[in-house]
């Protein structure tokens, strides 16, 4: 089975300074990867995702992640935060043996971006 | 092009009672999967419907059940409402459905059990 666990389910920065989340994973075989963020009354909206290639993969809005494969993470990175990043973030992993795509995912780690 | 859309936005319900709440997939997307959100939770996988058979199902009882229609278009039906369903209730999209592919989500139909 597979699972995602996020470490901190809360995250404060101060504009301009780098937002980091934690994203670890556990899959019998290699996962796809996903992050996903969510704006307050809003769905989701996939900020980018890993499937093969280039570990280090580049989303939207300046956010980037790196697939560790030894260390079973796909941690999410952006080097300046911004006040439209306050939202919630989701990491999530898809079997890529399964039929379909569903997606398994982590508990969420919630950015508040200080002035 | 159309996103994903759902309705009804709100819907209060009382213990017992039984909820339809319906997605509209986005144009050509021919697999819909169903998740709820629990308060301060991640989204939990109900199932999902490829070409109007399910395709996959979370860890949900039955009282959980499903539809896609000819136009993928999907219905996510809960009977016997209980007060732990009271959650947010996504639906996504996608083509082809393969787990390699991104997911489109529609903004939710927020569900309170009372």
């Known amino acids: 089975a597979q699972s995602v666990t996020q470490l901190g389910s809360h995250v404060s920065v101060s504009e301009g300074a780098l937002v980091l989340l934690r994203c670890n994973y556990s899959s019998s075989v290699p996962p796809y990867l996903f992050w996903y963020v969510q704006y307050p009354n809003q769905g989701l909206q996939l900020l980018l995702k890993?499937?093969?290639?280039?570990?280090l993969v580049k989303g939207i809005n300046g956010f980037e992640a790196e697939f560790k494969k030894s260390e079973t993470s796909f941690h999410l990175t952006k080097p300046s935060a911004h006040m439209s990043d306050a939202a919630e973030y989701f990491c999530a992993v898809s079997d890529n043996r399964a039929a379909g795509n569903k997606l398994t995912f982590g508990g969420g780690t919630r950015v508040l971006v200080k002035p | 092009e159309t996103g994903v859309t759902q309705s009804p936005t709100h819907l209060i319900k009382t213990r017992g009672q039984q909820v339809t709440l319906r997605c509209s997939s986005q144009s050509g997307h021919n697999t819909v999967s169903w998740y709820q959100q629990a308060l301060g939770q991640g989204p939990q996988f109900i199932f999902q419907y490829y070409r109007e058979e399910e395709n996959g199902r979370g860890n949900f009882p039955p009282r959980f059940s499903g539809l896609q229609f000819p136009n993928y278009s999907s219905e996510l039906n809960v009977n016997a409402l209980e007060l732990d369903d009271s959650a947010l209730y996504l639906c996504?999209?996608?083509?082809?459905?393969?787990?390699?592919?991104?997911?489109?989500f529609g903004p939710g139909t927020r569900l309170t059990v009372l």
């Open positions: 890993y499937t093969t290639g280039a570990t």
């Open positions: 996504a999209s996608s083509f082809p459905r393969g787990a390699y592919n991104e997911q489109f």
